[in-house]
């Protein structure tokens, strides 16, 4: 007989946690300290241990592939099924979210973080893996193509079929429009924003949250994700002087050119996620604004 399915409470208790605080919550996790050294990642009702093990082999080949890059990305320690429930029990990586940090932070402080923030996001594409075809590097997304414009438009075709109707059209007018080809392929976060980001005096020190949206595919699209994120609707923490220092600072790497239209596919891709009514609002401003 199936043992019945448990909470996170209970989850915890049998770590040896009961008390175990929140550190974040996600669509598919829940995250929760095991001390100060490792963390459980609880993943939601109904995940699937071979997605599990599939994240679990991803974070692997990324840590292996980070080199000596001055950040860190998480790892699986353990995997468990406990309760019916499955379990990542993973190192602790040091710092703060950078959306805390941007509510507590002033003046030259302030910029410091918003700079290295930055910055990082540009250096992921330093991040090497083992060869493979532009595509998803989680779930069942689709499948990889010799070509960044096929796998964004395949991508943005499978938003439009779970977007709110009314933002069918505009996302449908995305995937019709043809992107240029990066320049090369490389591992593309595509989460990456402050509250999926860790720093501590000044810098990132953590990179976290490698999920179903991350891919190989454009690495500019990281840094231009990077400065769509800091609008309010994502990062309420976020500051006018924040995004004017990100817009000025994607003039300086020559990306200002295409940042309109990577926000919009951006946009267009999220469009997705019906359940998260600040993300959608995102979406829905984007999307349905007049283009010229």
Same mark, same amino acid.
């Given at each position: 007989?199936?043992?019945?399915?448990?909470?996170?409470?209970?989850?915890?208790?049998?770590? =040896?946690?009961?008390?175990?605080?929140?550190?974040?919550?996600?669509?598919?996790?829940? #995250?929760?300290?095991?001390?100060?050294?490792?963390?459980?990642?609880?993943?939601?009702?109904?995940?699937?241990?071979?997605?599990?093990?599939?994240?679990?082999?991803?974070?692997?080949?990324?840590?292996?592939?980070?080199?000596?890059?001055?950040?860190?990305?998480?790892?699986?320690?353990?995997?468990?099924?406990?309760?019916?429930?499955?379990?990542?029990?993973?190192?602790?990586?040091?710092?703060?979210?950078?959306?805390?940090?941007?509510?507590?932070?002033?003046? @030259?402080?302030?910029?410091?973080?918003?700079?290295?923030?930055?910055?990082?996001?540009?250096?992921?594409?330093?991040?090497?893996?083992?060869?493979?075809?532009?595509?998803?590097?989680?779930?069942?997304?689709?499948?990889?193509?010799?070509?960044?414009?096929?796998?964004?438009?395949?991508?943005?075709?499978?938003?439009?079929?779970?977007?709110?109707?009314?933002?069918?059209?505009? #996302?449908?007018?995305?995937?019709?429009?043809?992107?240029?080809?990066?320049?090369?392929?490389?591992? #593309?976060?595509?989460?990456?924003?402050?509250?999926? #980001?860790?720093?501590?005096?000044?810098?990132?020190?953590?990179?976290?949250?490698?999920?179903?949206?991350?891919?190989?595919?454009?690495?500019?699209?990281?840094?231009?994700?990077?400065?769509?994120?800091?609008? @309010?609707?994502?990062? @309420?923490?976020?500051?006018?002087?924040?995004?004017?220092?990100?817009?000025?600072?994607?003039?300086?790497?020559?990306?200002?050119? =295409?940042?309109?239209?990577?926000?919009?596919?951006?946009?267009?891709?999220?469009?997705?996620?019906?359940?998260?009514?600040?993300?959608?609002?995102?979406?829905?401003?984007?999307?349905?604004?007049?283009?010229?």
């Amino acid at each position: 007989m199936q043992e019945p399915m448990i909470d996170d409470r209970e989850v915890l208790a049998r770590l =040896g946690a009961p008390n175990a605080p929140l550190l974040g919550a996600g669509g598919e996790a829940q #995250v929760y300290a095991l001390g100060p050294d490792r963390v459980a990642r609880i993943m939601r009702a109904g995940a699937r241990r071979a997605d599990a093990d599939a994240r679990a082999q991803l974070l692997a080949e990324i840590a292996a592939g980070r080199g000596d890059l001055p950040f860190l990305t998480p790892a699986v320690e353990a995997l468990e099924e406990i309760g019916g429930r499955i379990v990542a029990v993973e190192p602790r990586l040091p710092g703060e979210p950078l959306s805390l940090l941007l509510g507590r932070n002033a003046g @030259p402080a302030r910029s410091e973080l918003i700079a290295s923030y930055l910055d990082t996001a540009l250096r992921l594409r330093e991040i090497r893996l083992p060869p493979r075809g532009f595509g998803p590097l989680l779930g069942n997304a689709g499948p990889r193509s010799d070509s960044s414009n096929s796998f964004a438009t395949a991508r943005l075709r499978g938003s439009a079929e779970a977007c709110p109707p009314e933002l069918r059209a505009a #996302v449908l007018l995305a995937a019709a429009a043809a992107p240029a080809e990066p320049p090369e392929a490389a591992l #593309v976060h595509l989460d990456y924003f402050p509250a999926n #980001v860790l720093a501590a005096d000044g810098r990132v020190t953590a990179v976290l949250d490698f999920g179903p949206a991350a891919a190989i595919g454009d690495p500019r699209m990281d840094a231009w994700g990077a400065v769509a994120y800091l609008d @309010p609707e994502i990062t @309420p923490t976020a500051s006018p002087a924040d995004r004017e220092q990100a817009t000025a600072w994607l003039a300086r790497a020559g990306l200002d050119a =295409g940042y309109a239209a990577a926000r919009r596919w951006l946009a267009a891709y999220w469009s997705f996620a019906a359940d998260d009514a600040r993300l959608i609002d995102w979406c829905r401003r984007i999307l349905l604004a007049p283009t010229g």
